[in-house]
T-cell receptor, first 109, second 114 residues
């Protein structure tokens, strides 16, 4: 059964800390792995990863895919209160997007 | 703004009733996905339509149905509503299938069944 597992479920950090969010997947037909940020309502797209070992970077956020380990990590450096959100990992099979349950990140001042 | 429009934003209805949620995808997107998000669960995939045809089915109850119209907007029909159906329902759209793409989400419809 295709599935996506994220860890941790929740974490609370202080502003300025660096966090690493994990995503592992099992799939029969992998096309890409995507990260989304969900604040109050709609998830917004962060990254799409298709190749192993190539880091995608956007400001303080970066992500990398390891196809051998069937996993991905999302790093956030120098966290800010505005980074507080649920971070969702999704796997795209060419047909469906399978989402994990998300990691809830709270950044406190 | 993702370009995906969902109406209504909020819906409160009694058990046993039927409601229709509406989604207009981004201009040019042929694929529409419906998801249910409850408090303690992630995004649960319900159903996908591509260019008017059902493409994939997830954990969608028999009481729920959906369709995609010729103008590509989609409707999700929920009937015989139960308290447990209370959730945030998202619609997402993407351009194509079978190629790497991202999904763009609407703002969701919050359904409360009382």
């Amino acid at each position: 059964e295709d599935k996506v597992v994220q860890s941790p479920l929740s974490l609370v950090v202080h502003e300025g800390d660096t966090v690493t969010l994990n995503c592992s997947y099992e799939v029969t037909n992998f096309r890409s792995l995507l990260w989304y940020k969900q604040e109050k309502k709609a998830p917004t797209f962060l990254f799409m990863l298709t190749s192993s070992g190539i880091e995608k970077k956007s400001g303080r956020l970066s992500s990398i895919l390891d196809k051998k380990e069937l996993s991905s990590i999302l790093n956030i450096t120098a966290t800010q209160t505005g980074d507080s959100a649920i971070y969702l990992c999704a796997m795209y099979t060419g047909n469906q997007f399978y989402f994990g349950t998300g990691t809830s990140l709270t950044v406190i001042p | 703004d993702s370009g995906v429009t969902q109406t209504p934003k909020h819906l409160i209805t009694a058990t046993g009733q039927r409601v229709t949620l509406r989604c207009s995808p981004r201009s040019g997107d042929l694929s529409v996905y419906w998801y249910q998000q409850s408090l303690d669960q992630g995004l649960q995939f319900l159903i996908q339509y591509y260019n008017g045809e059902e493409r994939a089915k997830g954990n969608i109850l028999e009481r729920f149905s959906a369709q995609q119209f010729p103008d590509l907007h989609s409707e999700l029909n929920l009937s015989s509503l139960e308290l447990g159906d209370s959730a945030l329902y998202f619609c997402a759209s993407s351009v194509v299938v079978d190629r790497n793409t991202e999904a763009f989400f609407g703002q969701g419809t919050r359904l409360t069944v009382v």
